[in-house]
């Protein structure tokens, strides 16, 4: 492992859920990325919840004190590939997933999810906290 890790959503849940698990596995990171996608999904869950100020602060306060990764042209490329790759398994995984994927893939970072779909896309490394 590289010491570097890219957080999925359900991972950023379970960290403001204080989630000892996840908070005692993030003490032990290198470093901690989280993908520009995933602050889009949690800004969703945001704006469909009841507390949608509450939880958009925290989401905004989550976002300046950690390193967002943004996607750009070599993570499209990536997309592409990884897409095209689980059309051809028969395996589709969640589009907003693909993307979080290519940023993995492309910047080697460890992805740190709870979904096992994600071991369908060839070349990168998961784990679960």
Do not use: C
């Not at 590289?2 to 950023?12: A, E, F, P």
């Not at 949690?42 to 989550?62: H, M, P, Q, T, W």
């Amino acid at each position: 492992m590289t010491g570097k890790y890219l957080l999925d959503t359900n991972i950023v849940i379970a960290l403001f859920a204080k989630d000892e698990n996840v908070l005692a596995q993030l003490k032990t990171a290198e470093e901690v990325f989280v993908p520009s996608i995933v602050l889009g999904e949690l800004y969703f869950g945001a704006n469909k919840s009841g507390r949608v100020k509450s939880n958009i602060v925290r989401i905004d306060e989550f976002a300046a004190e950690n390193q967002v990764i943004m996607i750009d042209g070599e993570t499209a490329r990536h997309y592409g590939q990884i897409k095209n790759d689980l059309r051809a398994k028969g395996n589709p995984i969640p589009e907003n997933d693909i993307w979080i994927a290519a940023l993995s893939r492309q910047y080697k970072y460890v992805l740190v999810t709870q979904d096992d779909h994600f071991t369908q896309v060839d070349s990168i490394e998961t784990i679960k906290w």
